[in-house]
């Protein structure tokens, strides 16, 4: 089974810069991370998760409104590792940051339920 563990989160200042790291495993027998789209959801106490930022299988990427131009999102295809990159953080951007993957999700709804698998998540707390 595909495994999704994140980490990187914790407590930031506002302003400060945060990097999420996401790694996959049991991707199945000659699949790598390149052949999902993997995405970055995240979901405040008491709302609905909401898709931070996507990349698909050939490195298009994809931000929400409330993110462009504050994150990156990237990926180690070698390491099957996702990365986003998060700065100018502010308390609004506080939740709990999940990583998703399918291999047949596309940049054009990124919708939740577009997503197979799902980490665990790692909380990012901004003050």
């Known amino acids: 089974d595909v495994q999704l563990v994140e980490s990187g989160g914790g407590s930031v200042q506002a302003g400060g810069s945060v990097r999420l790291s996401c790694t996959a495993s049991?991707?199945?027998?000659?699949?790598?991370?390149?052949?999902?789209?993997m995405a970055w959801f995240r979901q405040p106490p008491g709302k609905e998760r909401e898709v931070v930022a996507a990349?698909?299988?050939?490195?298009?990427?994809k931000y929400s409104d409330s993110v462009k131009g504050r994150a990156t999102i990237s990926r180690d295809n070698a390491d099957n590792t996702l990365y986003l990159q998060m700065s100018s953080l502010k308390p609004d951007d506080s939740a709990m940051y999940y990583c998703?993957?399918?291999?047949?999700?596309?940049?054009?709804?990124?919708?939740?339920?577009?997503?197979?698998?799902w980490g665990r998540g790692t909380q990012v707390t901004v003050s």
């Open positions: 998703a993957a399918d291999a047949w999700a596309t940049l054009a709804t990124l919708a939740v339920s577009d997503f197979s698998y």
């Open positions: 049991g991707l199945g027998y000659g699949y790598t991370a390149i052949r999902y789209c």
């Open positions: 990349i698909d299988t050939d490195g298009t990427t």
